[in-house]
């Protein structure tokens, strides 16, 4: 592989954001990218994959290197050099690089990946709480799964365009595209490239959401007609998910406590061409008590530790403390405890978490089914999707059907 200067400095850039700034991963790689126009697909790709790379390994080459956080440029440097030496590329010749310790970087990791939270580059806090939640084989499983990079897949919006359609308009892009088994409507890239500068993504043929995301809201079983209302609807990925399963008939609530994702919904779903979602901000206990009853599904996609989707988000990690924990914990209860009450008699709740975690999702369940306000539901199903199984994203759902 022959380096060019300009990309890797862009990696440097947004190695310390991520690292000594504690900037989201996915945010500083997006503005990165946005700097130098001359920049193609490739070129793209490197910065990407590099800066993923290396934040995704970050404890196993800090440790190699050394060195801790906050990192000094030097030091970013050296895990550049490090990522060189253990992807087998050549190191290009540069000052930077003169007095690369090859050999001994070579032996540090063979003699570190004898240690499993260095192999796979995973705090001893999260560790240690994965093995008692899940017991150590399917952790170990999992957290290796998790530690490779995520998949592009898309979702086409069925409102728009047929999966057929779809497939031959990003073949004319260039961008080659194959079908899911068991996942309707669901493709994945083969190569990484700028989906979001095609004819398809601009028209809304397509939204990018991971494979196993997209079967949440086929959970909430929804039908043409119906009012749905979407409790943390962020960005809005699963309301357009829902209204496209709707067929853009009845009425779809989203609702969240922040206006700026909202607004981005707004431009989403006009894209999307799904015109039966409403948008609303949830300004205190007064929002929910407005809908009390008044729902025939209700989806609480609620905030969670991401311990499940670390394959795209791999500084999660290194951001989440257990304090954090404790009080998402918290939030989730709360947030069955009081957005269950807009359900009308004989419709379904789906609750839901991008966690592996039992504790913020079996044990979420049994909380709630304990307490007052869940004496009238029963949990009719729920499962739990593992990344080691499919490749994909880590999800809990789980259904609940008001029977008074």
């Not at 952790?139 to 898309?154: D, R």
């Not at 809201?217 to 979407?230: C, E, N, S, W």
Request: with cysteine.
């Amino acid at each position: 592989m022959r380096f060019h200067r300009n990309l890797v400095l862009a990696c440097i850039e947004a190695l310390h954001l991520i690292i000594n700034q504690s900037k989201y991963a996915d945010k500083v790689i997006e503005s990165v990218l946005k700097k130098d126009k001359r920049w193609g697909a490739r070129d793209r790709a490197f910065i990407a994959q590099t800066v993923y790379d290396i934040v995704r390994n970050q404890r196993m080459y800090l440790h190699i290197a050394g060195v801790k956080t906050p990192l000094h440029t030097t030091e970013i440097w050296r895990l550049i050099s490090i990522w060189i030496v253990l992807n087998n590329f050549e190191l290009p010749e540069w000052k930077e690089f003169e007095k690369t310790p090859v050999r001994r970087i070579r032996g540090r990791y063979y003699e570190s990946s004898k240690s499993f939270v260095y192999k796979e580059s995973i705090p001893d806090w999260i560790d240690q709480l994965g093995r008692a939640q899940l017991g150590p084989k399917l952790w170990e499983k999992e957290v290796h799964a998790l530690n490779q990079p995520a998949e592009v897949v898309l979702r086409l919006n069925t409102l728009k365009h047929t999966e057929k359609e779809l497939i031959n308009d990003l073949e004319k892009d260039g961008i080659l595209t194959e079908r899911i088994p068991a996942y309707p409507g669901a493709l994945i890239a083969k190569e990484r490239s700028n989906l979001f500068k095609t004819n398809a993504f601009k028209n809304g043929y397509f939204e990018i959401q991971d494979a196993n995301s997209q079967l949440v809201a086929p959970f909430l079983d929804v039908q043409k007609g119906h009012r749905v209302i979407d409790c943390c609807a962020g960005a809005g990925g699963k309301s357009l998910h829902l209204a496209a399963l709707m067929q853009n008939k009845g009425q779809l609530i989203a609702m969240d406590i922040f206006l700026y994702k909202l607004n981005e919904l707004k431009k989403r779903a006009k894209r999307a061409g799904a015109f039966n979602i409403e948008t609303r901000l949830i300004e205190g206990k007064k929002s929910i008590k407005k809908l009390k009853h008044s729902a025939d599904r209700v989806l609480i996609d609620a905030p969670c530790s991401g311990l499940g989707v670390l394959k795209r988000n791999p500084d999660a990690k290194w951001k989440l403390q257990p304090e954090h924990l404790n009080k998402l914990k918290e939030t989730q209860r709360q947030l069955l405890q009081e957005y269950s009450a807009m359900l009308k008699p004989g419709g379904k709740l789906v609750y839901a978490t991008c966690s592996i975690l039992p504790q913020e999702n079996e044990g979420q369940v049994e909380t709630f089914l304990k307490s007052p306000a869940g004496e009238s539901f029963i949990c009719t199903q729920h499962k739990t999707l593992y990344a080691h199984k499919n490749g994909y994203d880590g999800f809990f759902m789980a259904q609940f059907e008001h029977q008074s």
